[in-house]
């Protein structure tokens, strides 16, 4: 995606907010620092049973399809990301309704040695598929919650509303009339001045990470009355330069760098809603 702000030379056109968190990204330990947002834990392999690591090398080497699906079906994950697998896996019917379907995808595991088989079993999980929650953790730890009422009749200070996604999305949409299908991950309100964000980690360009800060800028896009929306945003859009020393012109990233509204890491949380003191 071609840039309209050259990121070396035109820093000062860029969104204040924009402008800071590129820079933290590019002068602090940032993803050390991040951690404290989202904290990531190693990723260990699950290892098998012994007993059963044996039971699927045997069936996998014999090529005992029916056996070899049986086990696989008890397991927590597949060998591959296979689209149909949670139909067979939890829908009655459909092992043995779909021959050509249980041959297919045993193809695709005897393409695969049986060792490797196992190996794919005991993979690390991924990472990435509790970050939501990760945010909405580190907003209790570090920021004052209230409820409702209190939220509502609060006229000093930095407050973050506690409360249910119902109660959430029904106080956003009917008091502050927002018009949101869900409640924001921030609902926070400065004095007199409330402030409303979506937050995301994004890890790498493209799919369904390019979608994600689309929702984010729709979100800010549609500012309505005297609630500020921000975007709380993450992770590879704050990159600026790959491993080459070449200009990032992923269109994730050019969106999030020339976004006109205030897109912010996590870690500027604390100074954004202190500028509104």
């Known amino acids: ?12 056109e860029l969104n204040e907010w924009v402008l ?21 834990q190693s990723a260990s392999p699950e290892r098998l049973d012994d007993r059963l690591k044996r039971r699927i090398i045997s069936a996998h080497q014999s090529r005992r399809t029916n056996e070899l699906i049986s086990i696989l079906r008890n397991e927590v994950k597949f060998p591959y990301d296979e689209p149909l697998w949670f139909l067979m896996k939890n829908i009655q019917g459909c092992l043995e309704n779909n021959p050509l379907q249980i041959q297919r995808i045993a193809n695709s595991l005897y393409s695969m040695t049986a060792d490797e088989t196992v190996f794919r ?55 502050l009339n927002q018009n949101l299908a869900k409640r924001p991950d921030l609902v926070a309100k400065v004095n007199n001045t409330y402030i409303i964000g979506e937050a995301k980690w994004i890890g790498s360009p493209g799919g369904n990470q390019n979608k994600q800060v ?13 609630v500020i929306r921000i975007g709380i945003i993450d992770g590879f859009p704050w990159a600026t330069k790959n491993s ?26 604390n100074d954004y809603l202190t500028s509104f003191l």
């Open 121 to 175: 079993l005991e993979s690390a999980p991924k990472l990435n598929t509790q970050m939501g929650p990760m945010f909405t953790n580190w907003l209790r730890e570090n920021f004052n919650l209230l409820n409702i009422e209190d939220f509502t009749n609060s006229t000093e200070g930095i407050h973050i509303l506690n409360s249910t996604e119902q109660d959430g999305k029904t106080f956003v949409n009917e008091v």
């Open 1 to 12: 995606m071609n840039r309209s702000i050259d990121i070396e030379e035109g820093r000062e």
């Open 214 to 226: 689309v929702e984010v800028l729709n979100l800010c896009r549609d500012q309505r009355g005297d």
């Open 20 to 40: 800071r968190s590129i820079e933290l990204f590019e002068n602090t330990p940032y993803l050390d620092n991040i951690l404290d947002v989202y904290p990531l």
């Open 244 to 269: 080459t020393n070449n200009i990032i012109n992923d269109k994730t990233v050019v969106q999030v760098q020339e976004s006109e509204y205030d897109i912010i890491s996590a870690l500027l949380l």
